[in-house]
Each structure stands twice: as C-alpha cells, then as structure tokens.
C-alpha cells in the first residue's frame, strides 16, 4: 500500500525558512520522479517542484523559482522542499506526489505578520 506522509508544516513569518518532508513508501522510491503542489484556500491546487528520481534533474514554479529547493534522500525514501524568503501568497496546504498518482495528505504553512 502506497503511503506518503507529509511533515513540517508551520506558522512563520514573512522573510523566514522552512524545510518540509514527505516520507514514501509502498513502491520502489527511486524510480519515480517526485514532486510538490500546494493549494490556497479558494484556490486551484497548483504545481511548485519536480525532481527526477535520481535527483539530477528538478523543475520548478515560476512563483517560488530562486527561493525554493527541491531535494531527495533515496537511501530514506524522504524527498524534501527547503523554502526561503517566504512570502505572505505562499500560504498554503502542501502536498507530495509521486509520478504515478499518488498523494500524501499534505501538511499546512501559514505565512502571516
């Protein structure tokens, strides 16, 4: 069974870091590519990154190009997103996903002053 559990959520102020992780496991981690969406309240889920199951190749949101990061541990089946400079529009539930269709059940950052 497919699971992905997402952690790090937290309420942080404008110009702050976070670091969240999702930890997979029911399939063969390094074979898929991972990735983080996010939705605002009233608003349609959107993509923020993608990394390749190696890790050598990532894309990411125009919105959090340059602030977000990214990142996969295979030997812990953990992907990461490092988010800095964070911004009052980057409120939002985040979501983990494999490139299969799988979904975690997301973890809540709340950037407020």
């Known amino acids: 069974q497919v699971k992905l559990v997402e952690s790090g959520g937290a309420l942080v102020q404008p110009g702050e870091s976070l670091k969240l992780s999702c930890v997979a496991s029911?399939?063969?981690?390094?074979?898929?590519?991972m990735n983080w969406f996010r939705q605002a309240p009233g608003k349609e889920r959107e993509f923020v990154a993608q990394?390749?199951?190696?890790?050598?190749?990532?894309n990411y949101a125009s919105s959090v190009k340059g602030r977000f990061t990214i990142s996969r541990d295979n030997a812990k089946n953990t992907v990461y997103l490092q988010m800095n400079s964070l911004k009052l529009e980057d409120t939002a539930v985040y979501y983990c996903k494999n490139e299969i269709g799988n979904w975690g059940q997301g973890t809540q950052v709340t950037v407020s002053s």
């Open positions: 990394i390749s199951g190696s890790g050598s190749n990532k």
């Open positions: 029911g399939f063969t981690f390094n074979w898929y590519a």
